[in-house]
């Protein structure tokens, strides 16, 4: 079975977990892996059965790469949550700050050779099949999809939220105990609430549960324990600025 | 079956036959490996059994033949998830995991000196087959029997030609076959849903057993005709679909019903009488 | 029943003789205001007045995540992978929590015995604890308050040591073996055991029957109340991973990458997931939040026939743990309530 791993606007670090599984040698066994930029930039995109795409569309560069990705690959997976939700960089969407005022904040008169734009996930230009999340993924998350890929088969995408995980887990409840702003109740599970664990409140990266994150019944939530309307926004936009009805339904909670 | 102590354990059945019925389902022909579990194995038209695959997963599906018939069953499959879709790629010879059957099944007892109405929406003929080929097996001890096999295309209707081959038979026997679709219009029989074509049936209301499967939503209107015709609601059983991850009772994804009336369809169900579909909010 | 007395003198002694009879796990603080139960490493962290502990007695019974089998795809072979479970005595349960556990016996020993939770249930000793309820515990309205079977032993407290129950053989076994720790009851201990009862029934904060509920439940499906109440929700599954009866587990199939092995393993699922009423093909019998929020409620207030009560408890768990600040009583209070009227029993 043919793979590539890919990386658009990103840390890499995505890639870097794939690169670093205990069992790497396993998997170039068990794949003819075709492309793997962080590893070799020998490898040119032709046709796999799965490709694996980090990070976020934030240049005309990576909307064409992307493009020609998906038409070579049969099977797309959107990895980390830049991939899926525009990751951190797209923030600004969320604040409403254009892409050239951005730039000229950060870089003022300079110039780049490239086209930017403000970050948005793979889905919003092609059709992703699976959604491996994480900041980076877990490496037994990593594991399960390309072992469900190996044998023809595909992954069970997580639906519900690291709460879950959190109780299984025998933690104490920072949100109800301490009004910690955890955003447990709206961010995917499969990290087993590793920072809960350690009395630090989830901060979403792993991004929202698809299509079933109540950010407005968690704003209202915060709310009720103090929480100002800038702060929670501001939280809930770091990994989740690309969510579906994000700030509307913190309006919904605050007022506008 | 043979005894293990682990409800979940998976019994290794071979795959003999697959037929492809239409584009989505096919019909595979399964024979346990174990000859004694294969001859002594049998169940009760309307149960299922929870089908597995190493490293896929496990689904319930109902079994399609008649249980007179020992030593091989028959299931009936959708093309449409995770372990459906592996189970389409297997050929025969290949090897799948058994458990059960499971669940209540249609009485089919009380079936007995009765004429037999079967109603099947789309995939609904699927465990509807099971009677119908077990009253056609034990064709003495049941009165007069329709079967309304029902599909939005003739090329979507279940085990249509299967039906069709035995239309000579059937009409010695007094069975009728009634094949219908509600939206092809190439189709050169009948048109119209399923309840649509109650009024044609062979069978006798004040001494009948129905028995019905197909999506939910279509069930309201049949019981509606159905009791209109005179059907002794009583003797209307459905049988349903749920999501299912154990088949006996604990992993709780097939609990519906209400408050009042609370069941698991694995182990209750999944054939259910009229009563308790009307009386209960939430079951279809 | 036979009753005995336990010394305050004697209740460290007590502790360290029942961790003979397997590891000991007991109610133990675990953050500022939660508890849980964990291994007893030192008895002294053992707590004997708590009023709730965020993990259910049933991560005992039925883990929430555990190996079933191991699998070859090559050749199809299932092995289970269970192997003995030790004894284990599990100390301070409620008597809610023996009432949960008697209602999960009834789901996981029915004709079709779960073998994981069988060899778990039988290898756990069960001492349970009297309590005082605070403003969340309704187990009076359900009637579970007070158990009579379901445990070995059953300590009632008193101002100087503790009234034993003994509820089976194994717990006769237990009291006949460490005899010399154990007291006659007394006139006076009888009468402590009566003031205490007392006092727990004064503290409720309702009072009434919950027995009509689920037909009253039945009839107000479409009340305003759940679209209010189900808008709150998280849907984050707090409510039924802390629910001492919630059981439902899901099933995963984990194959290894040497595509040759791997294996099959189950864990704590919630409806108030989307999934859990999803079926292949797409159609989803919970479809919205409302569906799978109602849907808790009439799961948990359907009735348990072998044991002629709710599967809910009323230990209050649900509304202590639901980070949303949803209140499963008082929804079920003013479901049950005629509209307009002062919630009838409320002190």
């Known amino acids: 079975m043919k793979i590539g791993i890919h990386g658009l606007t990103s840390c890499y670090g995505c890639q870097l977990s794939m690169a670093v599984v205990k069992r790497i040698l396993d998997v170039s066994e068990k794949f003819d892996i075709k492309y793997f930029y962080m590893l070799s930039s020998a490898g040119k995109i032709e046709h796999v059965d799965v490709a694996f795409v980090e990070g976020s569309v934030s240049t005309d560069e990576d909307e064409k790469e992307l493009r020609m990705i998906r038409e070579n690959a049969d099977v797309l997976v959107a990895i980390g949550s830049c991939a899926i939700h525009g990751g951190v960089q797209s923030i600004l969407f969320s604040e409403g700050i254009g892409y050239e005022e951005a730039f000229k904040t950060v870089y003022g008169d300079k110039k780049m050779d490239y086209n930017g734009r403000i970050a948005q996930p793979l889905d919003k230009f092609v059709k992703v099949d699976y959604r491996l999340p994480g900041c980076p993924p877990e490496e037994e998350e990593i594991m399960y999809y390309l072992a469900t890929f190996a044998i023809g088969s595909w992954p069970e995408e997580k639906d519900y939220p690291v709460c879950a995980e959190c109780r299984r887990a025998g933690n104490p409840c920072i949100l109800i105990e301490k009004g910690e702003p955890c955003l447990g109740p709206v961010t995917v599970a499969g990290c087993d609430a590793r920072c809960i664990k350690y009395g630090i409140p989830c901060i979403g990266c792993r991004g929202p549960v698809s299509d079933v994150s109540w950010f407005d019944s968690l704003a209202m939530s915060f709310r009720d324990r103090g929480m100002d309307k800038e702060y929670v926004k501001k939280r809930m936009a770091i990994f989740a600025s690309r969510y579906e009805g994000l700030n509307e339904m913190i309006d919904k909670i605050y007022g506008d | 079956m043979e005894s293990s102590d682990n409800v979940y354990s998976l019994y290794k059945c071979r795959l003999l036959r697959v037929y492809s019925l239409t584009d989505e389902e096919k019909l595979f022909l399964l024979r346990f490996e174990d000859s004694d579990i294969a001859e002594s194995w049998s169940f009760i038209p309307g149960q299922f059994v929870q089908v597995a695959l190493p490293g896929v997963g496990e689904v319930p599906i109902s079994i399609c033949s008649s249980p007179m018939r020992r030593g091989f069953f028959e299931l009936c499959i959708k093309k449409v998830g995770k372990v459906t879709s592996m189970i389409h790629k297997l050929q025969p010879g290949d090897c799948v995991g058994i458990r059960g059957p499971y669940g209540n099944g249609f009485p089919m007892d009380e079936f007995e000196h009765s004429d037999i109405l079967l109603i099947a929406a789309g995939i609904g003929m699927v465990p509807l087959r099971s009677v119908f080929m077990y009253a056609v097996d034990n064709r003495w001890k049941f009165g007069n029997i329709t079967v309304i096999n029902s599909a939005r295309y003739g090329d979507k209707l279940l085990f249509r030609k299967e039906l069709e081959a035995m239309r000579d038979i059937a009409e010695a026997e007094n069975i009728k076959i009634i094949q219908t679709v509600t939206r092809d219009p190439e189709w050169p029989g009948r048109v119209g849903r399923a309840q649509e074509h109650i009024k044609d049936a062979n069978t006798d209301p004040k001494n009948s057993c129905v028995a019905v499967c197909g999506p939910p939503q279509a069930y309201r209107s049949i019981f509606e005709k159905l009791i209109e015709a005179g059907y002794d609601p009583n003797k209307i059983y459905v049988t349903l679909e749920r999501r299912m991850k154990c088949g006996v009772g604990k992993c709780g994804h097939c609990i519906a019903g209400s408050s009042t009336f609370l069941k698991y369809i694995c182990i209750d169900g999944p054939v259910f009488g009229y009563y308790d579909i009307i009386s209960t909010p939430g079951l279809i | ?347």
């Open chain 3, 1 to 347: 029943m036979r009753y005995l007395k336990l010394g305050s003198r004697n209740i460290d002694e007590f502790l360290g003789r029942i961790s003979n009879y397997g590891d000991l796990y007991a109610p133990q603080k675990i953050s500022e205001k939660f508890y849980d139960y964990r291994k007893v490493e030192d008895i002294s962290q053992v707590e004997f007045n708590y009023n709730r502990t965020i993990t259910p007695a049933k991560k005992y019974f039925i883990p929430p995540k555990h190996e079933m089998f191991e699998f070859d795809m090559e050749t199809g072979e299932y092995t289970e992978t269970m192997g003995d479970v030790k004894p284990f005595v599990l100390f301070g349960l409620h008597a809610c929590s023996i009432v949960a556990l008697r209602i999960l016996d009834g789901v996981y020993l029915n004709e079709y015995p779960d073998k994981y939770y069988a060899a778990r249930r039988k290898a756990g000793i069960i001492i349970g604890i009297s309590c005082l309820p605070d403003e969340y515990c309704f187990c009076n309205l359900r009637r579970t308050d007070f158990v009579d079977i379901g445990f070995d032993l059953f300590l009632h407290e008193l101002p100087d040591g503790y009234l034993i129950r003994v509820g089976s053989e194994r717990g006769h076994e237990i009291v006949d073996e460490n005899m010399d720790i154990f007291e006659e009851v007394s006139n006076d201990d009888i009468e402590n055991f009566k003031k205490f009862e007392k006092k727990r029934h004064e503290m409720f904060k309702y009072e009434g029957s919950f027995d009509n509920l689920r037909y009253i439940l039945e009839l107000t499906e479409n009340s305003p109340l759940w679209d209010e109440e189900s808008e709150k929700c998280l849907g984050c599954g707090n409510c039924t991973m802390t629910c001492p009866t919630c059981r439902c587990y899901d099933v995963q199939d984990l194959p290894d990458i040497d595509g040759k092995h791997g294996k099959r393993i189950r864990f704590w699922d919630s409806c108030q997931f989307r999934s859990h009423g999803l079926v292949a093909g797409g159609h989803n019998f919970r479809e919205t939040k409302k569906d799978r929020f109602i849907n808790r409620y009439v799961c948990k207030n359907a009735y348990f026939y072998p044991l002629g009560t709710s599967y809910c408890v009323g230990c209050g768990n649900c509304t202590y743990f639901c980070p949303a600040g949803i209140d499963f009583l008082k929804n079920l209070i003013k479901i049950r309530d005629v509209v307009g009227e002062v919630a009838h029993g409320e002190q």
